[in-house]
């Protein structure tokens, strides 16, 4: 479902409307500029990506200064301008699962080459809670269990160049539903045929009943874990970067390794279980091989 125009013909074409909202019209000259846009429905499926496992080393919690192995499921999986299945990767705000659907896409290529596409549409994720028993530091604050979360995100992508925004209410404990707001850049170069490598930075901003749910302490937390009592406030929450690679070492088969940094700010780095008992800066790795098909 697409409109394709040349730059000239735009204004006229969005006036053609054609099955399910989709416009269309058509300029016959090669090389030309066109502008493509359409409802996420895909004209076949044919879903593209990889799986595999990974093993590395993450923070007992967020803001932990002890850290514990841990084996997760590297998934990246896609119907290319319809659906996407991601796993977990070194950015704790990506949760442990998102499946997502392109709802919406608007692409702008000259010729044959796409050299912008905007995408939004609604996401569901899965990120894992905390329990008390992962850290003595936590004794006392009870548990958050882990949530599926039904939210939504927008996308732009420029070649290399990536760029996303998310929104999605995850489970804060005592606190209720809390939405957690996450921006993330990427940059991805492929070296060769079968090296890529890819940069990122990330930030989060979580609202009043998020940030009290994993940040805060209530009176009577504070009573069962010594911990001070303390009102975590809405408030950008982090900043991060993240370093990945991956190597096609056999047909199909891929390795890959990840390491994230992530520092956390305001009322989380101020938090009496972060500042007394942990640490604000916060480190991840990721070793693991996938199959590409």
Not at 78 to 104: C, E, H, I, R, Y
């Amino acid at each position: 479902m697409k409109l394709i125009a040349t730059t000239a013909s735009i204004a006229a074409a969005l006036l053609i409307t054609g099955p399910l909202g989709a416009v269309h019209a058509q300029d016959a000259a090669s090389g030309s500029r066109t502008v493509s846009v359409g409802i996420g429905i895909p004209d076949s499926i044919d879903f593209q990506g990889s799986v595999g496992v990974a093993a590395g080393v993450v923070p007992d919690y967020e803001g932990s200064n002890d850290y514990a192995a841990a084996a997760l499921p590297l998934i990246d999986i896609s119907q290319p301008g319809f659906l996407f299945l991601k796993g977990a990767s070194v950015n704790p705000n990506d949760g442990l699962a998102t499946v997502g659907w392109n709802a919406f896409n608007f692409a702008y290529s000259v010729g044959s080459e796409e050299k912008l596409r905007l995408s939004l549409g609604p996401l569901a994720r899965y990120s894992g809670g905390r329990d008390q028993d992962d850290n003595d530091a936590l004794n006392g604050l009870g548990d958050i269990d882990g949530s599926v979360g039904a939210g939504g995100f927008f996308e732009a992508n420029a070649g290399p160049w990536s760029a996303d925004v998310t929104v999605v209410p995850q489970d804060a404990g005592d606190s209720g539903d809390g939405i957690l707001v996450a921006f993330g850049a990427k940059y991805t170069a492929r070296l060769n045929d079968g090296f890529v490598v890819s940069t990122g930075i990330s930030s989060s901003w979580g609202d009043d009943d998020y940030m009290q749910g994993f940040y805060g302490v209530t009176s009577g937390q504070a009573a069962s874990s010594g911990l001070a009592q303390f009102d975590a406030d809405s408030g950008l929450k982090d900043v991060g970067v993240q370093l990945g690679a991956s190597y096609e070492m056999a047909e199909n088969w891929l390795v890959s390794g990840q390491a994230g940094y992530q520092r956390l700010l305001n009322d989380a780095a101020d938090s009496p279980l972060v500042d007394d008992r942990g640490s604000p800066h916060q480190f991840r790795a990721l070793f693991g091989v996938a199959y590409r098909f």
